[in-house]
């Protein structure tokens, strides 16, 4: 297990804390999302029903998900795509209305080149062409756009929230 602080963290605005054992609760589970409360338990030092209260507050707050993830070429999506976009006025419509489509699988608005970057899952080019030509950049508001084609996904890991 990774070492961490044992201060508890706190994000901006109204995020919840989250505290060392809650950390390594979240990292049991990014090993294994299917993992058994009893194990998450005895690893983190807690009892099994205390860890499921947790899992269910950290699930209630939205500080995580437990999904399956798949690779997209196997589950028949050959084109994955990061398309930035840029934006004339609000960002916010323009955001809400990419979130709102079904192959726009990562929308983060950003500061540099882009004002928004999207990660777009789609069956094939067709499809890739479609969604960007007909759907993104017929947005109100929306400048121009870029777009980066994957070619191979070389790492893709959730890892990341227990560093």
Known sequence: MASRSTE???GTGSSPTIDAVSLAIIEQLQEDGRRPYAAIGKAVGLSE????QRVQKLLDQGVMQIVAVTDPLTVGFRRQAMVGI???GDLDPVAEALTAMAECEYVVMTAGSFDLMV??????DDHLLDVINKRIRTLPGVRSTESFVYLKLKKQTYM????
């Open 86 to 88: 840029n934006v004339e």
């Open 49 to 52: 029903a205390a860890v499921r």
């Open 8 to 10: 508890p963290r706190t």
């Open 119 to 124: 990660e777009v899952v789609c069956e094939d």
């Open 160 to 163: 990341w929230g227990t560093r």
